[in-house]
């Protein structure tokens, strides 16, 4: 199932070698993520795209998170099945948050706008409690 996966997203990147951050997933009906279905392969797997850090030979890692997303949504077709772009919110995380504890998700992670990739333990990830 995973070569599957990497064969769609190869092919929906166009020939650009790219190092993509990212995570795959099942999305239900609703497109909400469905780790179980993932787990058990049950689902058709998508990969959702979060950040861009290498392309064509150019490593985008010491650019601001704002430039790394505009070249990623750029690269990434808009209307794909296994290829998806992760959009982001950048004035109201608290209405992000609340959001994604109404319909029951993981929680959501914050990044700097204007940082360049660092590990992960720099991003602060807010869990949903319930």
């Known amino acids: 199932m995973q070569s599957l996966v990497n064969q769609t997203i190869a092919e929906d990147l166009d020939s650009h070698d790219a190092i993509l951050?990212?995570?795959i997933v099942c999305l239900d009906g609703d497109g909400k993520s469905q780790f179980r279905d993932l787990l058990f392969r049950r689902g058709e797997p998508?990969?959702?795209?979060?950040?861009l850090l290498w392309l064509d030979g150019t490593d985008l890692r010491f650019l601001s998170l704002a430039d790394r997303k505009q070249e990623l949504k750029r690269l990434i077709p808009r209307v794909r099945d296994q290829l998806l772009y992760c959009d982001h919110v950048e004035a109201d995380g608290e209405g992000l948050?609340?959001?994604?504890c109404e319909n029951d998700l993981e929680g959501i992670v914050a990044k700097q706008k204007f940082e360049p990739y660092k590990p992960k333990s720099q991003w602060l990830k807010i869990r949903n409690r319930s």
């Not at 998508?46 to 950040?51: G, K, L, S, T, V």
């Not at 948050?97 to 994604?100: G, K």
């Open 21 to 23: 951050d990212g995570e």
């Open 97 to 100: 948050f609340r959001l994604a």
């Open 46 to 51: 998508r990969f959702i795209a979060f950040d």
